[in-house]
């Protein structure tokens, strides 16, 4: 209800206009990003009004580039992912245009700048790992165009690598697992290619242990199984309620663990290629 308050009231442009002009202050950035993020917190339709607004105001560009003026300051890279993160959610015309929008601004470039500055740091590769998952998401022709780009990034090295280092933290392995999702999804030949080159790259092993490390944790199993389905055989719809999914994949009916089965023996075939 604030929020909504706070945004009808002209906040957001007046936040926008704050980081356009004074975009090495970083304590500034710092907290205009927090104020994004919180006012675009949510799933609910005033929440998605207020993304909108968001975005159409401009918000996306000094954001992008708070992550790449202040690579010195983990503090602004962090709220300044979780607001990237926040105004690329979605999958309705806004956050697709937000997506593009964050594509063109070479935000996961940025991204993973920021990952390979702070290998130790769980909270830089959760957010990168989160912003690719964020951008590389969908499945229009702009969106298969996304997810080659981001591939060609060297992307999914980088989000193997988190995963790999920080196996203790479920939220880095549930964003890995989905930001390899979201690269490696599609059917055409660049797809295939990702998916590939995603196994070759060690992407189903690391899944597979976080998988083995977080059997408690709903998000990093479900975001695992489909990973790991849409690697081996090919795309499927993209669910994101934990709840109507089932808590891991032996919860999953049994057409799709046969899958999982059919899925393990390509796995292998393609690791032996």
Known sequence: ???????????IAAVVGAMEAHPHLAPLQQWACSVILNLTAGNDAATATIRQQAVSTGALNPVVQALHTHTDLPPVLE????????????????????????????????????????PERAAMQQGGCAVIAMVAYGTDAKALARKQAVFETGAMAAIVTAMNDHMEFAAVQQWGARAILTVTFGSDEPSLNRKREAASAGAVQAIARAMEAHPDQPGVQLWGCRALLTIAVGPLPIVTDVGAAGPSCASAPRAVGRKVEQAGRKVEQMLVL
């Open 1 to 11: 209800m604030r929020g909504r308050a706070v945004a009808r009231a002209g906040a």
């Open 79 to 118: 709220q300044a992912f979780r607001a990237l993160i926040n105004l690329c959610s979605g999958s309705d015309a806004v956050a697709c245009h937000a997506k593009q929008l964050a594509s063109d601004q070479a935000a996961v470039s940025t991204a993973l700048e920021v990952m390979y500055l702070y």
